[in-house]
Structures are given as structure tokens and as C-alpha cells.
């Protein structure tokens, strides 16, 4: 399928500041280039994350919030709004669906990038951090959002009384599916993403991030005959 993003909207749907950018940075980055426009929902605070003792909750709620601030300006990301849950106890419930459906509504997009929310073992899923609870929760959370409490009037009624009406988002993209079926040729963009991945100092560090990830980008797109690629399992909403 033709990456196709000049004039439209893009919507990353994520747990963690920084998930956006691991995940899915050479796309985003590239959508962007490209003559599209992208927006981010960061669902969690962020608070648990990094390895240092000496950082409070409170001090990595704020630094985080900043840093993926950082590196949505430095991508280009035109808007990032924070549902600051409690980072490590997300569960996917009716008020996190209703809250992710007001910023599709609000915003729009013409394609929504989302974790995956099932628990699955190949050559990218190795390392559980791909499959964090948040990630899992966001997951099945946002899916159920898009379908069909976006695109239907009759669900969250209370998004129309706040002058949100109903919209479809066409594509809906899946992080690390277990069968891709879409490959973003970043080639072109990956520097920009390991740069962008760089802005979130309180995660990486000094971290020598580029060779495991360049790794991983050439087996993705090792199977679609590309040399750097991030992948998608691409869903549709059709009848």
C-alpha cells in the first residue's frame, strides 16, 4: 500500500511519553515530512518509568511531560495531549475508552496508530517490554474506542452534548503485530527517530539505543524486501 500522508491526520494513541517515538518515530517522523500532520495521546503519567531511585514520581511526572514535549517539537507532532492515568496501573475501562474518543473526535485523524493489545512471541516481542500492561490496556482500550464508540452517535452520548459529533477514523495501524502487513520504508527518517527517542534523557541516558534499533527496523523490513522499515498490522472500518 502507498504511504500516503500529504494532507492528512495522524493520531498516535500511546501509554508513556517516549512510546510514540520507540514505537513508531520513522513513520511519524516521515508522515510529517511528507506533508501530513500528526498529534499525540500520552495516556499515562509516566511516573514509574527509569531505573533511578533518586527520582521521585513527581519529579518524573514533570520531567517526562517536558521531554515528550521536546521531542514532539523536534519531530514536528502539532499537538500532544496528556490523560496523566497512573503510570503501571492502567486498566482499559468505559472512562479510558470515553476519554480517547473525545480526542479522536476533537482531532479527527484520518489514521490512528495503536499498541497492540494482545500478548504474542516472535522475532520482535522478545524482550517484555514490548508487552508492558499499560501497553496491553491503551491497546484494547483504543480499539474498542474507535470501534464503535468514535464513529457512533449512540455511544458516549455525552461527547455530542460537549459538540463532538460522531467521525470515522479510516486506518487504524497496530504496533508490533505478530503478522505485519504494512511496512513504512524509514529509511529516509530513522536518524530523526533515534534523534527524537535521544530528547527523553530520563529513559535513555547515554545508552547506546541505535544499533539494537537499527537491528530491529532491518528485520521488519527484512520480509517486505526493505532495508529499515517500521511495521503495521493495518485495520480498516468498513461494512
Not at 96 to 103: D, E, H, S, V
Request: glycine content about 8%.
Amino acid at each position: 500500500m502507498e504511504f500516503n500522508a500529504a494532507g492528512r491526520r495522524l493520531l498516535a494513541i500511546v501509554a508513556h511519553p517516549d512510546d510514540a517515538e520507540f514505537s513508531a518515530g520513522g513513520t511519524i517522523a516521515r508522515w510529517i515530512s511528507e506533508g501530513g500532520e500528526a498529534s499525540y495521546l500520552i495516556c499515562t503519567d509516566g511516573a514509574a518509568g527509569g531505573g533511578d531511585p533518586t527520582h521521585t514520581p513527581e519529579w518524573l511526572r514533570a520531567t517526562r511531560e517536558r521531554e515528550q514535549r521536546e521531542a514532539a517539537e523536534f519531530l514536528g507532532v502539532s499537538h500532544v495531549a496528556f490523560l496523566r492515568h497512573r503510570d503501571g496501573e492502567l486498566v482499559a475501562t468505559l472512562e479510558l475508552r470515553r476519554q480517547i474518543a473525545r480526542q479522536v473526535r476533537m482531532l479527527k485523524p484520518d489514521v490512528a496508530i495503536v499498541p497492540n493489545p494482545v500478548r504474542h512471541w516472535h522475532w520482535g516481542a522478545t524482550s517484555l517490554r514490548i508487552f508492558h500492561p499499560d501497553h496491553i490496556a491503551v491497546g484494547e482500550a483504543a480499539l474498542a474506542a474507535l470501534y464503535p464508540g468514535v464513529g457512533n452517535a449512540w455511544t458516549f452520548m455525552e461527547l455530542l452534548d460537549e459538540g463532538l459529533e460522531p467521525h470515522t477514523v479510516p486506518e487504524i495501524w497496530v504496533v508490533s503485530p505478530s503478522e505485519p502487513d504494512y511496512a513504512v520504508d524509514i529509511s529516509g527518517s530513522f536518524q530523526k527517530k533515534i534523534a527524537a527517542i535521544r530528547k527523553h534523557r530520563s529513559q535513555v541516558g547515554d545508552r547506546p539505543i541505535e544499533e539494537r534499533l537499527a537491528e530491529r527496523a532491518r528485520q521488519a523490513g527484512e520480509q517486505f524486501g526493505l532495508g529499515c522499515a517500521e511495521v503495521f498490522l493495518r485495520l480498516t472500518i468498513d461494512w
